[in-house]
């Protein structure tokens, strides 16, 4: 029963179209992040999320939107796809205390 | 401007001897330091973590190292074994970042058999 699940696994598209990836976690953590991994491998946060409430949004294009519905779920909506979105996303949780991060399995986002 | 280094992109080591991957920062605020291992097409998952009032962590074949006043931290592997072959992230987390983690770029480490 995977603790942090994440959809789709891969993701190609083309520029300009408006996509979405899905995040769930089974753990009952207070706290949800999107990481972004690039091209030289560095590990970024991008979003976090407390209980549905917006607590850290790094510098991210506007067109990057996250939504949490619920406290078990943040999904990540892209408008206008770029060529430099191309990366893996990784969904992570933690407790309210930000220790013992679970991370999903990414998603590799290919913009053509 | 990274604030978490780790200068080595990759480390090929034999089976059974050590395996030493380092990791250096530059925020003195820092408190708190993690080492994450990741699988390809997985996430990272976590290994060991140190708190800033210890300069050791030990929990069975690795050991994190911690010098303060060097800003530098370092993990041992003993012995190294063909599955722990992954990329190893160095992180680091400060109390006023509330649970923001701050990811080195990690080392590829490939123990070979």
């Known amino acids: 029963d995977t603790a942090v699940s994440q959809t789709p696994k891969y993701l190609v598209t083309q520029m300009g179209n408006d996509k979405s990836i899905k995040c769930e976690q089974n753990?009952?953590?207070?706290?949800m992040y999107w990481y972004k991994q690039d091209s030289k491998k560095f590990l970024k946060i991008m979003f976090s999320?407390?209980?549905?409430?917006?607590?850290i949004n790094e510098t991210v294009p506007n067109r990057f939107s996250p939504k949490s519905p619920d406290k078990a779920h943040l999904n990540l909506h892209i408008n206008s796809l770029e060529l430099g979105d191309s990366a893996v996303y990784f969904c992570a949780s933690s407790p309210w205390d930000g220790y013992g991060y679970t991370f999903g399995s990414g998603t590799r986002l290919t913009v053509v | 401007d990274q604030q978490v280094k780790q200068n080595s992109p990759s480390l090929s080591v034999q089976e059974g001897r050590i395996s030493i991957l380092n990791c250096d920062y530059t925020?003195?605020?820092?408190?708190?330091f993690l080492w994450y291992k990741k699988y390809p097409a997985e996430g990272p998952t976590f290994l060991i973590s140190i708190s800033s009032i210890k300069d050791k962590n030990e929990d069975g074949r690795f050991t994190v190292f911690l010098n303060k006043s060097a800003k530098h931290l370092s993990l041992h592997i003993v012995p190294s074994q063909p599955g722990d072959s992954a990329v190893y992230f160095c992180?680091?987390?400060?109390?006023?970042?509330?649970?923001?983690?701050?990811f080195g770029e990690g080392t590829q480490l490939t123990v070979n058999p």
């Open positions: 753990l009952g953590h207070d706290t």
């Open positions: 992180a680091a987390s400060e109390e006023t970042s509330g649970s923001r983690l701050t």
């Open positions: 999320y407390n209980n549905k409430e917006l607590i």
């Open positions: 925020n003195s605020m820092f408190d708190y």
